[in-house]
């Protein structure tokens, strides 16, 4: 691993994935929303967009009920 950057409070590594690690300042890796913090903070990653919702189709659900109607026999 490479040393990016180190401050007191942690150490930025990057990996030769491309990924980085962060060690906090008691020789322990962070995970989760610490490192996330850090590393959106050192503008190393950025914040992924939300994808747009998808356009609803109402016209095949609405179709559905009535041709598995009509495919039954009546008795």
Not at 44 to 60: G, T
């Amino acid at each position: 691993m490479q040393q990016v950057k180190k401050t007191g409070d942690y150490t930025i590594f990057q990996k030769k994935s491309g990924r980085y690690a962060v060690k906090g300042k008691d020789k322990q890796f962070l995970h989760g929303e610490d490192k996330t913090r850090i590393l959106l903070a050192e503008d190393l990653i950025k914040k992924p967009e939300p994808k747009p919702p998808a356009p609803a189709s109402e016209a095949p659900e609405a179709e559905a009920p009535e041709a598995a109607s009509a495919e039954q026999p009546a008795s």
